[in-house]
């Protein structure tokens, strides 16, 4: 009984000040980069399917990822995430960037196989995508220190050779309209996060793997795959 009233909120660190930011919800999108819809043999659509990850799915700043249990194909996506400071229901693309406090760099672990099943047969992808460490995520940067950034290299290397490369300015929905339409669904709060999406490249996964993933003026995460979990 004690562990649960004891229960750890997950939050982040956060550059140049000691007090974390707590993280509330984490929204994830997909397929929104031209080249990883090629990749995955989708097609493009007017807006990305959102799916969730626990909270308690974060690695904040990073660290040893237990190798999860039941995949032959685990898979990594690095992607730009955006932390709220506000919020609300129907927000405005103009008003967006207004409700955000700052950013990261997030690895958006997958299932693959899991994810290509839970598909095929129409069911959800949380088995796929919401399993524990699935989430880990660089420090934040403020807003109010980076700006909103528009450009930049995105890219992730695993034991020191790139797998993924690309430049945030090739979102097709950017931040801004991500915001807005996760609004029409949810009343966004302060602490949500963001996964924005991953560009093309993204790859199996094993254990001993060291991954590093950066974006500029964002930051970078290093994880190191462990061992299958018991």
């Not at 562990?3 to 929104?32: H, K, M, Q």
């Not at 690895?107 to 699935?134: C, H, M, N």
């Amino acid at each position: 009984m004690s562990e649960l009233f004891d229960y750890y909120r997950p939050s982040l660190t956060v550059r140049g000040i000691e007090r974390r930011f707590p993280a509330r919800r984490v929204f994830c999108v997909g397929w929104n980069y031209a080249d990883h819809i090629k990749e995955m043999n989708r097609e493009n659509v007017p807006e990305p399917p959102v799916f969730m990850k626990p909270a308690d799915a974060l690695l904040p700043g990073g660290g040893e990822v237990p190798f999860p249990p039941r995949t032959r194909d685990l898979q990594h996506e690095v992607e730009l995430v955006v932390a709220l400071q506000g919020g609300g229901l129907n927000i405005s693309a103009e008003e967006a960037m207004g409700h955000v406090y700052g950013y990261g760099v997030g690895i958006d672990l997958t299932r693959r196989d899991l994810q290509s099943e839970v598909r095929e047969a129409g069911a959800p992808w949380e088995i796929s995508k919401s399993f524990d460490y699935s989430a880990p995520v660089s420090t934040l940067r403020r807003a109010s220190s980076i700006g909103h950034p528009a450009k930049g290299r995105i890219w992730l290397a695993v034991n020191g050779a790139v797998r993924q490369e690309a430049d945030i300015s090739h979102m097709i929905h950017k931040p801004m309209n991500l915001i807005a339409q996760i609004s029409t669904f949810f009343e966004l709060k302060p602490g949500d996060l963001i996964f924005t999406g991953t560009p093309a490249g993204v790859s199996r996964l094993k254990p001993g793997d060291h991954v590093t993933a950066g974006i500029d003026r964002v930051g970078d995460v290093h994880i190191r795959m462990g061992r299958l979990r018991a």
